[in-house]
Each structure stands twice: as structure tokens, then as C-alpha cells.
């Protein structure tokens, strides 16, 4: 299983800080990334602070990662890149 560029393991999950740069863009990802994480009936964990939104993967049933958060992950990261640009896609 290959955790995706910029997310990191820790230890039973996979965690990426995204580098908002202000609370409003921070709430927009979080909105997105709630849009996205219901769609797919799998919810991280995420923490809103400024300027940044830590997410944090697991499938909680397993208590492991699986595909379902590397899914999830890829379409966070797809996000990120459309809504964010400016970023140049780092988090």
C-alpha cells in the first residue's frame, strides 16, 4: 500500500497538515473535505486551526489504514490542488 506524496504514517494512520494561510480558506477545505468524506461514508478526523487543517485517515472498524483512506486521500489531495492553487499542491 503506497501512502500518497505529502501524507505521512502515524503509526495506525496517515495524517497531512494543509498550509491554509487563513481561517476562511482553512473553513472552505474543511467544507470540501466533509463534502467529499460523506459522499464516501468515511470520515477523518480534522483539525481546523490557523492557518492550517491537519487530517488525519483511518478506517476505524480495522484499526488500520486501508484503500478506503488512500482513496479518500487522493481526492483531498485533488482538492487541495483545484481549490487551492496558489499552493502549487504542497500542504
Known amino acids: 500500500m503506497d501512502i500518497p506524496t505529502g501524507w505521512a504514517e502515524t503509526g495506525k494512520t496517515i495524517q497531512r497538515t494543509f498550509r491554509t ?4 480558506d482553512g473553513v ?3 467544507v ?3 463534502q467529499l468524506a460523506d459522499a ?3 470520515h477523518p478526523d480534522i483539525l ?3 492557518p492550517t487543517v491537519v487530517v488525519t485517515l483511518m478506517t476505524h472498524d480495522e484499526g488500520r489504514v486501508t484503500e478506503r483512506d ?3 486521500a487522493a ?3 485533488r482538492v ?3 481549490r487551492f492553487p496558489a499552493s502549487g499542491g504542497q500542504g
Open 21 to 24: 494561510g487563513s481561517f476562511h
Open 28 to 30: 472552505t477545505l474543511v
Open 32 to 34: 470540501a473535505i466533509g
Open 40 to 42: 464516501a461514508d468515511h
Open 48 to 50: 481546523l486551526t490557523y
Open 70 to 72: 488512500l482513496r479518500l
Open 75 to 77: 481526492q483531498i489531495d
Open 80 to 82: 487541495w490542488q483545484e
